[in-house]
């Protein structure tokens, strides 16, 4: 047999209820991986040893009607899990233990999984290359001294050198896809509302969303069936009848609209990014798709608006550290300059510098100016999405406008690190869902991704364009293990 | 627009961080480059675009309103840097 880690979570799934392989076989080989790949620093927390007691515990007594039956996960940093520390990547929260748990984690934990421990992200998940982390830069599998993508960098980096069968992250502006693009993984951002905000670290309230991230289409079906929930926790949860969207999924591409907007083609966009592009295009038209060309003519101020919206939200959201109920504190001479003094030593540059853009453009004199004009640039961008999905099914894109770069490239230029996201951000802004599958490699050997965006609540169908596309694109990972 | 370093120290004291000379240098040049990232809104009219607060059309779902107490004061304190046992404790307020 192939090793542990190499299997597919449906893989693994099917093989632990055939009773070929035991939970605490699977869980010790990802622990054993885990213990041989401290260097990519993709943990923050640890929680082998309790994991492999629930894999002994679920041995004596299996349950395998679950959906992933004593299957081991590590989640990004960001899901509070009860009882073991949360830290949302930053030295504010490095020792909370939190005394509830994320209705997406404990989705999880209901359909058999096992928690592995706690994965490294950008502090507060603000940041595109995992380097804003008090724990320190995350590695990307793909070679040494690149960036894994963010925010969710050390779920991606974890996933793709195979320390976690599966993990979820969370999706703002991209911290799904960008990563999933950069380590040759899929990533989903589901619809605004489909899985419940309930326990984890708060960013943008209005942008957040979590997502699996899997080895593949049919993993990231059975992942999303898990977490997607109605949830009365979160007021913003929607009450929609979701699927079962492993059982439904299926090649079904054949008379499909397909969208391919023309803002996306930007200036300065490697050929190798364009000629990816075009691949998809042509895989999906010999599949049976029709392609159309579409417009959606504000995207190029998506960027812009999410700069305002996302810092202000974080400015309100962040406002509650203040080392008073929990997390860091730094003595002052009186409660203001313990304040200031504990938010100025407690977050990182990038964290205080989105706080001081959001805590500007909501002041008084510059609301107008900036946030209320903001919202009504991001009603335009929904309306643009909304105008072309009565002509195409689903939209298709590259995932980011270049392959992952050199970890410190793009630390001493904010702009140029918040362009990593403009073919992401967008989907945000109008709460859509969208996929990104690994669909080639640069001329270094980075993978590229593909970004699949549908209408609100059709994640079963673009899943299932992306299940066509996988098969078609047949992308091989190149990993060496050179971290080893 | 320009922002200056008077108004980095206004919106410092505002978001409760505080700011040194040197740190506030060097947010005063990342700021202005944000800015004049942003201001390129301003080539956009929205004069006829309602603002989007929310994608989510639904209505906020009511609850009841009623205690769910979880008898979890002691751990909730245990997260606190500093506590008497029964409340947080703060620098003093009022002399």
């Known amino acids: ?484 | 627009m320009t922002i200056d370093l008077k108004t980095v120290k206004k919106i410092s004291k505002l978001a409760r961080i505080s700011v040194d000379d040197k740190k506030a240098k060097k947010l005063e040049s990342d700021l202005n480059s944000i800015f004049e990232f942003i201001e390129k809104l301003n080539q956009l009219d929205t004069s006829k675009s309602e603002p989007l607060t929310s994608v989510v059309d639904a209505k906020l779902q009511l609850r009841k309103d009623e205690i769910k107490s979880q008898n979890i004061r002691d751990q909730i304190l245990k997260n606190s840097p500093d506590d008497n046992k029964d409340f947080f404790v703060v620098p003093k307020v009022i002399e």
Request: glycine share 8%.
């Open chain 1, 1 to 484: 047999m192939s090793n542990i880690t190499d299997l597919t979570l449906v893989d693994l799934v099917e093989k632990i209820k055939k009773k070929d392989l035991s939970s605490k076989e699977i869980t010790k080989a990802y622990v054993e991986r885990a213990e041989k790949s401290k260097k990519l620093n993709t943990y923050i927390t640890e929680d082998f040893n309790n994991a492999l007691k629930k894999a002994d515990n679920f041995d004596n007594s299996p349950d395998f009607d679950k959906k992933i039956p004593g299957i081991p996960i590590a989640v990004k940093d960001l899901f509070c899990t009860k009882n073991l520390r949360t830290t949302a990547g930053s030295k504010i929260l490095e020792n909370f233990i939190p005394t509830y748990e994320s209705t997406v984690t404990n989705n999880i934990w209901n359909e058999g999984g096992i928690l592995l421990g706690k994965l490294n992200c950008d502090e507060f998940a603000m940041g595109s290359s995992n380097e804003t982390s008090f724990f320190g830069n995350v590695q990307s599998p793909v070679a040494e001294k690149l960036v894994p993508g963010g925010s969710s960098g050390g779920s991606a980096s974890a996933l793709a050198a195979k320390l976690t069968p599966t993990t979820i992250g969370t999706d703002t502006g991209g911290s799904i896809r960008q990563p999933a693009s950069f380590t040759g993984i899929v990533g989903l951002k589901p619809t605004y509302g489909s899985c419940s905000r309930y326990g984890i670290v708060a960013f943008a309230s209005s942008l957040d969303q979590a997502g699996p991230m899997t080895r593949d289409v049919k993993d990231c079906a059975l992942m999303l069936s898990i977490i997607s929930s109605y949830d009365n926790k979160d007021s913003t949860s929607i009450n929609f009848k979701r699927e079962d969207y492993l059982k439904k999924l299926n090649k079904s591409i054949k008379g499909k609209k397909i969208g391919i907007p023309k803002e996306y083609r930007v200036e300065g966009m490697p050929k190798e990014i364009e000629d990816l592009w075009q691949k998809g295009i042509t895989i999906a038209k010999e599949a049976g798709a029709e392609i159309v060309d579409v417009s959606l003519p504000n995207t190029n101020y998506a960027l812009p608006a999410y700069y305002i919206v996302a810092p202000a939200e974080a400015s309100s959201n962040l406002a509650r550290y203040d080392g008073v109920k929990y997390g860091f504190r730094s003595e002052g001479k009186n409660l203001i300059d313990m304040y200031e003094k504990t938010r100025s030593e407690g977050f990182g540059n990038e964290v205080k510098r989105r706080i001081m853009i959001g805590t500007y453009v909501l002041s008084s004199g510059y609301y107008d100016a900036y946030y209320l004009k903001a919202q009504k640039v991001r009603r335009l961008i929904k309306d643009d999405f909304d105008d072309v999905y009565k002509k195409v099914d689903a939209i298709l894109t590259p995932s980011t406008p270049s392959t992952a770069f050199k970890i410190g490239e793009k630390t001493n230029d904010p702009v140029s690190m918040y362009l990593n996201d403009i073919f992401t951000v967008p989907v945000n802004l109008a709460g859509l869902p969208a996929i990104s599958i690994p669909a080639g490699h640069d001329q270094k050997g980075y993978p590229l991704g593909l970004q699949i965006i549908g209408k609100a609540f059709d994640e079963q169908n673009i899943l299932n364009i992306a299940y066509s596309l996988q098969e078609e694109v047949n992308f091989k990972n190149k990993m060496n293990d050179w971290w080893m």
